[in-house]
């Protein structure tokens, strides 16, 4: 039997008229790096509140490593680490001030193992720098510091490293690997696909509240019917003529010596060119289609979330 460190049937959080989450239902399983993608306003930031017990869900069920994430607070909290997107701390305090002041919160948490958190997260070199004075990958890796706190079974992180230089955001990745590997669940809320497709062991899609997918990175990328890159090469009135095989949604351009386009059915669209080829007896080389990709699965999931209705109100 699978165990899930979020158990989310049902969701709803209404802000007035307006539903943030609408009957949303999620599971992440224990141990694993769970990847939540959505565009803005989608209701990612509303999730992770529901699950650390911030906001009450007007209808549902919700269970946080098996706790009742409001009523059950004083026992979950011990167990979860957050880094949400802006932590607040007043940017005069030394990082060591910080680290030190915080174990207060954590009961049994020594200095020793402050010192063992920032030497991991490679915050030592810092200690005595105010948080002004860091750059933002070394002020993500004070709040993942403090998340870190007590061994938490549950790591939720809210858009770690939104604004991050390269070598700063991979380093973040490799703190949050090193948490999976230790045991502990991260649910990790991003606009980076890269990041997703780098961590994630599964990916959900938010949109309008909702799930609209779920599944590895793997299993997203083939699972929704999105147009792949093809191509072929050829001389250019060869290129012309195929260019008419082609639907006129799948909008064909040429690079060099190569015929580009946008295919939704790419054995189709190569059985045609195939078959011209053989008539005409025309010499075709270098022929690619795209592999199919999350960027591709999910901007089709959203594009097609955002479509405007095109049936009419039969009472209108």
Known sequence: MTDYAIRAEGITVQYGDFKALNDLTFFAETGKIIGLLGPNGAGKSTFVDTVIGARKAAQ?????????????AKELRPNIGIVLQSAGFPTGM???DIL???RRYIPGMTK????????QVNLAYLMDRPLSSLSGGESRRVDIAIALYGNPKLI??????????????????????QQRDHGSTVLLTTHYLDEVEALSDSVSV???????ATGTVEQLAVSVPAPRLSSVSAQPEILQ????????????????????????????????IYRACFEQHWEISDIRVEKPSLRAAYSSLVEEQDKPSLVKDEHQ
């Not at 939720?156 to 690997?177: F, K």
């Open 60 to 72: 549902g069920s919700i269970r946080t490593l098996s706790f009742d994430p409001i009523a059950q």
């Open 94 to 96: 030394k990082v060591k």
């Open 100 to 102: 030190f002041s915080w």
């Open 112 to 119: 020793d193992d402050v010192l063992g958190i920032a030497k």
């Open 156 to 177: 939720v992180l809210d858009e770690p490293t939104t604004g991050l230089d390269p070598i700063s955001r991979e380093n973040v990745w490799d703190i949050i690997r």
């Open 206 to 212: 938010i949109n309008h509240g909702h799930i609209t």
């Open 241 to 272: 003529a195929l260019t008419q095989l082609l639907p006129p949604e799948s909008n064909p351009g040429y690079q060099q010596n190569r015929l580009e386009w946008l295919s939704h059915n790419p054995a189709s669209d190569m059985a045609a």
